[in-house]
């Protein structure tokens, strides 16, 4: 009997280590972010997927985030008024913090948490260019393009979003602005647009038409 209760508690004490070496031998899990799609099918429900979106409701941006909640992930001003990828990054930030929770879309898309959701890591901006919306940081700002490119025939307001505005924002560098060329209508390109048309007798309405487009290439430098 004492034979055997020793070799029982020695299989016990063999089936103890192996467990605990396997336990010890199992890979941390690796940490994941929602894939570039359900980011994508987030701020399509969201806002239209439009980064300057502003409807006067409290909530602001591609994310539409309200100003505490911004505010708690470390962003500053509006989020409307912040460049796509510091959005990307914020909503990166607060999915970590506190998974879909926030957003309603989350949940009417049926978009599930990963190992990140909650995790409590603060992301780089790194991290969070995959998203795909704003892209990485944006590089330092470019020269202005050397010849004047054709009137894009659209007039353009606050809040727009397009790629003839990159050439618009670059040519005003020429005079001092340090547009980074991101397409966006928002604050700064609106005093320019402003600054221009009074400097060259436009009507200063705020809109980007084609006689402000001239202008930039072909009229008085603002003041």
């Given amino acids: 009997m004492i034979h055997n209760r020793r070799r029982t508690v020695a299989r016990l004490l063999l089936l103890a280590f192996a467990a605990l070496g396997l336990q010890l031998t199992v890979p941390a899990v690796a940490s994941a972010d ?6 994508a099918k987030l701020r399509m429900c969201e806002s239209s997927g439009r980064y300057a979106t502003n409807t006067g409701n409290g909530y602001y941006g591609a994310y539409q985030f309200d100003l505490p909640t ?11 008024q912040a460049a796509p990828h510091e959005q990307d990054y914020r909503a990166l930030y607060l999915y970590r913090m506190r998974g879909w929770q926030p957003w309603q879309c989350a949940g009417m898309l049926k978009l599930s948490g990963d190992v990140d959701a909650r995790s409590k890591r ?6 969070s260019a995959y998203i795909g919306g704003g892209g990485p940081a944006p590089a ?3 020269p202005p393009p050397s010849g004047k490119p054709p009137w894009p025939g659209v007039v353009y307001a606050y809040g727009d979003c397009a790629t003839p505005l990159k050439a618009f924002q670059l040519r005003m560098n020429a005079f001092g602005y340090g547009f980074t060329g991101t397409g966006c ?27 402000t487009w001239e202008a930039a290439w072909s009229g008085k430098p603002p003041r």
């Fill in 140 to 142: 330092p700002t470019p």
């Fill in 122 to 127: 603060v992301p780089t901006y790194a991290e």
């Fill in 70 to 80: 911004w505010r708690s992930v470390g962003g500053a001003g509006r989020p409307d």
């Fill in 185 to 211: 209508y928002l604050e700064k390109t609106k005093e320019a647009v402003l600054a221009l048309q009074r400097a060259n007798g436009i009507k200063d309405s705020g809109l980007l038409g084609p006689k």
């Fill in 34 to 39: 929602p894939a570039p799609t359900a980011w």
